[in-house]
C-alpha cells in the first residue's frame, strides 16, 4: 500500500528492514507494516491534489484512534517485533565481556573489529564525547584520533 511519511521524515524501516521514501514522501509497504507505520504518523496516500484534513481532534478522539489501531496489529506482528528488539539486546544479566577491557589495552588494529557499542564506550572511556547522529566509521575515526592524542 502507498503511504504519505510525516513532514520531515527522510528515512524508516519495519521489522529491520529499510523502507525508500521517496522525493515526495510517498512510501509503499507490504500490509503487515501498514498498522505499525501508520500509528507513528504516516497516513494513507491520497491523490497527491487532496488537501490532508489535519483538524485538531480531542484527547477522547485521539486515544479512541490509538485503540482502533491497536487492536488491528495481530499477535504475531507483536511477537515479531519483539524477537527483533530481542536479537539485538545482550541476554539478560549478562554483560559484554569487551565492555571490561581497558582503554589502555585497546590498539589501533583492534579500532577495526570493535562493535558500534564497544567504540561508544573505548570513547567515553578516553573522555570523547561524541553527538548523533554519527556513523560507525566517524566513531572509528574518532577512535583512532583519541589513540594519537
Not at 504519505?4 to 529499510?18: F, I, M, V
Not at 544479566?93 to 590498539?107: C, F, T
Not at 589501533?108 to 564506550?121: M, N, Y
Amino acid at each position: 500500500m502507498k503511504l504519505r511519511a510525516p513532514e520531515g521524515c527522510r528515512a524508516a524501516s519495519h521489522a529491520a528492514q529499510t523502507i525508500e521514501i521517496a522525493e515526495d514522501g510517498s512510501l509503499f509497504v507490504e500490509d503487515d507494516a501498514l498498522n505499525v507505520l501508520i500509528s507513528h504518523g504516516f497516513i494513507p496516500w491520497k491523490d497527491v491534489q487532496e488537501t490532508l484534513n489535519l483538524a485538531p481532534i480531542t484527547h477522547d478522539q485521539l486515544v479512541n484512534q490509538v485503540m482502533k489501531t491497536i487492536k488491528t496489529i495481530s499477535t504475531d506482528d507483536i511477537r515479531t517485533t519483539l524477537e527483533v528488539a530481542e536479537a539485538t539486546m545482550p541476554s539478560d544479566g549478562r554483560k559484554d565481556a569487551n565492555l571490561n577491557i581497558a582503554a589502555s589495552e585497546i590498539g589501533v588494529e583492534d579500532i577495526s573489529v570493535l562493535s558500534r557499542r564497544e567504540l561508544f564506550h573505548f570513547l567515553k572511556a578516553k573522555g570523547v564525547s561524541i553527538s548523533l547522529p554519527i556513523t560507525n566509521e566517524e566513531l572509528r575515526a574518532a577512535a583512532r584520533h583519541a589513540l594519537d592524542g
